[in-house]
């Protein structure tokens, strides 16, 4: 990681370390904490979507194997946290294997209806297995994490865990597109053909993004279900794993930051909502929940339409648009001035 994207990271652990003493109120800390959880999942589909040129609706899927993993593990059968963690990330990573070399195979609509499939199957079987997930009644019981012994009883605390490990997660991101992996996935987006004929395994390659972006959900997933110490399928049906897919087209889909901006808009946008129908009822506007989808609708449609980059590339070219007016109008100025003074 080097250049802007340093800066960049600073600035994201000055922003978790500070925002707290800010942000005191458990509820909007929960907020950001939900937040952390969709910016998690979202860093992983940035990389198979944006940099691999791979689409998956599945990804809810994966975070719900995280969660009833750790779940299942800790409230039945009293295992540690962290190692049920790592059993889900272990049963991900086995399971993208399986499903990413078939399904990566195909491509474009195919493969995205691939893994809608897989999305679905995943969420009948939370409903349906009563015995083992709970079913619609949901999974209770389940222990908050604790580090070294000292349990994370707190919002705040939760909040500087889940957020270190978004920003770990950045960090390996980062790190893994400067690679020389990192450069095989970008020539795989831009042409699989090209990319072949360079001596890249094309195969390997999509199932080795596959497997590691189903990593960041499955973490993702773990972490809901120690926060929450419940779960039930709701949060993990196919339009979540679609919610997800449109945080990271609104931030960017080739961009790291981008990805993560998306998924804080969309983690933020109900609770501006509901901020804003507070105030539509004292002029007799009454908003109705019904209408979030229409205003996701909205928002995606401006984006595609207005900036298909995603929200970070039009800040940038928005700011790098900017600078280059100011130094004109000053250099204008400047010029002006001198030939002022040698007449």
Known sequence: MGGKNSVGFLALIIGIVLLPFFVTNDYYLGVLIFTAFNCLACIGLC??????????????????IGAYT???LTSKFAWSPWLAMLCGILLVIVIAFCLGIPALRLKGHYLAMATL??????HIIAVAA?????????????????????????????FYFSWSVVALGVYIA???INSRVGRGLQALHGSEDAASSLGIN????KVQIFMLSAVFASISGSLYAYYMNYIDPGPFDVSHSVLLITMVAVGGLH???????????????????????????????EYQPDYDTLVYG????????????????????????????????????????GADRVE
């Open 298 to 337: 909205g928002i995606l449609l401006i984006i595609m339409l207005f900036l298909p980059e995603g929200i970070f590339i039009g800040l940038v070219k928005a700011i790098s648009f900017i600078k280059a007016s100011i130094k004109k109008v000053l250099g204008k100025k400047f010029s002006e001035s």
């Open 255 to 285: 961009n790291i930051w981008g990805a993560m901006i998306g998924a804080i808009v969309l983690s933020l946008l109900p609770e501006f909502l509901s901020f804003l129908s507070d105030y539509l009822q004292v002029f007799g506007i």
């Open 174 to 176: 980062f790190n893994l």
């Open 117 to 122: 499939g897989f999305a679905s199957i995943v």
């Open 130 to 158: 009563v015995d083992l997930t709970g079913g619609p009644s949901g999974l209770v019981n389940i222990p908050r994490l604790d580090l070294f012994g000292y349990v994370l009883n707190s919002d705040r605390q939760y």
């Open 70 to 72: 750790s779940g299942i």
């Open 202 to 205: 094309i195969t390997s390659y």
């Open 47 to 64: 990389l198979l979507m944006g940099y691999a040129g791979q689409i998956s609706i599945g990804h809810g899927a994966f975070i719900a």
